[in-house]
Each structure stands twice: as structure tokens, then as C-alpha cells.
């Protein structure tokens, strides 16, 4: 079964270094998304693309992250520098295509960030 | 924007009994509605979704009812078992499922041997 790869697993960082996490969706899904969960709650979007364009990036604290998708298919989210309110989990997701009316979500293991 | 509210936060259950996990949300808009489950230190895993134009669906154990005049939806799980065990989160979206999803905060649900 296809599933969305993430890596690394686990990173742990001191505050003010960079840090970076790639992501490689399922094959042939044109629509990768990040989402940063909190210890204890539910997921949050911070950006979406439609290969390799930009469809929604509202929620990305721009000032520190940023994110890209090259060649329309693996991304790689980066934060600098990274501050101890971003310790969370960043999880990928891909899905088949954009503005379907079937469409779904199928998300990675998550890249689980510790910053001291 | 989406709201999504989610309760109970925490949901106690009898292996084999039934288990029933609620979320409203806000926006008229939205019409695709996915139950997540995750285990601890994993991603989370699609195991059911609704879109607008059905009122319920089933799928073996599990079934999701959707009441659009009242903005909720709900999760049941029927004879429970062990492995049930994990927290579940409901979502929303306004675009079919291909954009952003909206998550409440999460049921963790204990299945008591």
C-alpha cells in the first residue's frame, strides 16, 4: 500500500538553529499539505500545494518557515530560527488532486520536533 | 473561518459495548467531513468520511451520520474492542476534501478489558 514518506523521524534542536523536514507523497498525488500539530490537539494547516504552486499558505508563520515543492512532487518545510513555541508534530499529507468533489487526505508519520 | 468542536475529550468504554464521539462545526460551507484515528507517536489514519449529500454511512463497526441543518456529525463504533483504543479526530472542509481540513481537538478513547 502507498503511503506518504517523512523524514526525519525525530529531531531535536536548540533554539535559533534552522532545522528542515522533507516530505514525499504518495506517488501521483498532486496535492501536498503541511500541518503542525500541538501535544494534545488536533492538526493545523499551514500550507498547501497544487504541484509545485502555493494554494494556501495563510496560516505559515512566514517571518520563520517556509516551504517548497520544486518539482511538483516531494516538499521540504524549513524553519529558521527555530523558537521552543515550535516544538509540535509536522505532518505531511498528499491527496490525488485538487477541486475533486471525492477527494481525501492521506497523511505521513510526522517529523516529531523537540527545540530546548 | 471553520470552527470545529469535538467532544468528549476523553470517552471510557466496556470492550463490546458501543462508543459515540460528537463534532458541530461552524461554516454552512463545508461539505466533506473524514474521522482520523491516531495511535501514539504514528500519523494520523482515515478509517471514515461523509460528504454533504449522504445522511449516514457504514462500514462494517463503524458508521458516521451527518445532520447539515444542525452543523454536527458523529462517529459510533459498535462492539468495541481493544484495538479501538487511540484518539480519534474529526475534520471539516468546504472543498470536497481537496483543501485544508479543520480538526477538533481530539477523543482519546479507552476500551476497558
Known amino acids: 500500500e502507498a503511503e506518504v514518506a517523512q523524514s526525519p523521524r525525530y529531531k531535536i534542536t536548540e533554539k535559533s538553529q534552522a532545522v528542515a523536514f522533507w516530505c514525499d507523497p504518495i506517488s501521483g498525488h498532486a496535492t501536498l499539505y503541511w500541518y503542525r500539530q500541538i501535544l494534545g490537539q488536533g492538526p493545523e494547516l499551514l500550507v498547501q500545494f497544487q504541484d509545485e504552486s502555493v494554494v494556501d499558505d495563510s496560516q505559515l508563520p512566514k517571518d520563520r518557515f517556509s516551504a517548497e515543492r520544486l518539482k511538483g512532487v516531494d516538499s521540504t518545510l524549513k524553519i529558521q530560527p527555530a523558537e521552543l513555541g515550535d516544538s509540535a508534530m509536522y505532518l505531511c499529507?498528499?491527496?490525488?488532486?485538487?477541486?475533486?468533489?471525492?477527494?481525501?487526505?492521506?497523511f505521513g508519520p510526522g517529523t516529531r520536533l523537540t527545540v530546548l | 473561518g471553520e470552527n470545529v468542536e469535538q467532544h468528549p475529550s476523553t470517552l471510557s468504554v466496556q470492550e463490546g459495548d458501543s462508543a459515540v464521539i460528537k463534532c458541530t462545526y461552524s461554516?454552512?460551507?463545508?461539505?466533506?467531513f473524514p474521522w482520523y484515528k491516531q495511535e501514539l507517536g504514528k500519523g494520523p489514519q482515515l478509517i471514515i468520511d461523509i460528504r454533504s449529500n449522504v445522511g449516514e454511512k457504514k462500514d462494517q463497526r463503524i458508521a458516521v451520520t451527518l445532520n447539515k441543518t444542525a452543523k454536527h456529525f458523529s462517529l459510533h463504533i459498535t462492539e468495541t474492542q481493544p484495538e479501538d483504543s487511540a484518539v480519534y479526530f474529526c475534520?471539516?472542509?468546504w472543498g470536497g476534501g481537496a483543501d485544508g481540513l479543520t480538526f477538533g481537538k481530539g477523543t482519546h478513547l479507552i476500551i476497558q478489558p
Open positions: 475534520a471539516a472542509s
Open positions: 499529507a498528499s491527496s490525488l488532486r485538487a477541486g475533486g468533489s471525492t477527494d481525501t487526505q492521506y
Open positions: 461554516d454552512s460551507a463545508s461539505n466533506y
